[in-house]
């Protein structure tokens, strides 16, 4: 019972991780309509600028952290000025394009840079492990979900009470309608990356606090999809609970098969036959907008 508790605890705390970068998926596809391909690589960019800063610079980490989340931010400007912008009234496959050869791009530079070699960030937290109902918890693990969950709370009243918050709800349900009422659709485009960058920095940076990082890292954003699925493209509490739920379901698949059958490595397919599910059963997701089409 110990081994499936600790799988759920673990769970949570991934699922967490991912429920941040399906968070940047959401505002960006609210906003724009485009499925941002290159979010798994903009939390693999996060994570090694933070890392540079830390470990080859010697800055200290909440030194790092800040200046991180401040290129995260340029970079996104970079990406929608130079890239996005000009594709804007395009047919949405070509910015799709766009976003795959961007991850390539990101890729490449994170590879140039730093090479193929696992980086380790020095430890930032205590040691000692928290024990909860028995089970060892490491200090990393519960100041990533406390993390997560205060800036779920943030963007949710962000989204919910700010004026530019509303002004990207209403650029999101109708694109003609808000520039009608003075809204700078513009902006809020840039605005939307700028915080999907940010967010993904941040799950780059807990996540490489945990299990280091690498040049696979980038594959996190393909792992993260079957969690925007099932809570739905267009929904921040999809967002939440579909990451939480695909972080759980992994680890719990995960323990089981190699319980019973001795396999390991099923958590790599586990979220992609929930995906393919979902796709067959729901494929507006949890919380996702139906969208119905009158001929």
């Known amino acids: 019972m110990e081994y499936y508790l600790q799988l759920i605890i673990n769970g949570l705390v991934v699922g967490s991780i991912y429920s941040l970068v399906a968070l940047g998926f959401v505002i960006i596809f609210k906003a724009t309509k485009v499925v941002n391909f290159a979010q ?56 799709i394009m766009v976003t795959i050869g961007l991850s390539s791009m990101l890729k490449a530079f994170v590879q140039m840079c730093w090479g193929t070699q696992i980086q380790v960030f020095p430890p930032i937290l205590p040691q000692d492990p928290f024990v909860l109902m028995g089970l060892p918890i490491a200090p990393v693990y519960v100041a990533a979900f406390c993390l997560s969950l205060l800036l779920f709370g943030i963007f949710s009243l962000f989204f919910k009470y700010s004026s530019l918050g509303i002004a990207m709800r ?12 003075g809204i700078g659709i513009k ?26 990082i690498n040049a696979q890292l980038g594959h996190l954003g393909l792992k993260v ?8 493209l267009d929904s921040l509490l999809g967002a939440a609970l579909g990451g939480l739920i695909i972080g759980v379901l992994e ?29 067959m059963v729901k494929p507006y997701g949890l919380f996702g907008t139906k969208e119905i089409e009158r001929v």
């Open 40 to 95: 798994g690589e903009m939390v693999m960019v996060g994570a090694y600028v933070c890392f540079a800063l830390t470990v080859q610079f010697q800055l200290p980490f909440l030194l790092s952290f800040l200046m991180t989340l401040a290129f995260s931010v340029l970079l996104a400007l970079a990406v929608e000025r130079m890239v996005l912008r000009p594709l804007i009234g395009e047919p949405i496959i070509s910015v």
């Open 225 to 232: 999809f079957p969690a925007v699925i099932l809570g739905g």
């Open 187 to 212: 902006s809020i485009f840039a605005l939307s990356w700028c915080i999907a960058a940010v967010v993904s920095s941040i799950g780059g940076i807990i996540l490489g606090n945990i299990n280091g």
């Open 251 to 279: 680890n719990l698949c995960e323990g089981v098969v190699k319980d019973l059958f001795g396999l390991g490595g099923f958590r790599e397919v586990a979220s992609f036959i929930v995906l393919v599910i979902i796709l």
């Open 170 to 181: 209403a650029t999101a349900f109708d694109q003609q309608a808000a520039q009608s009422m």
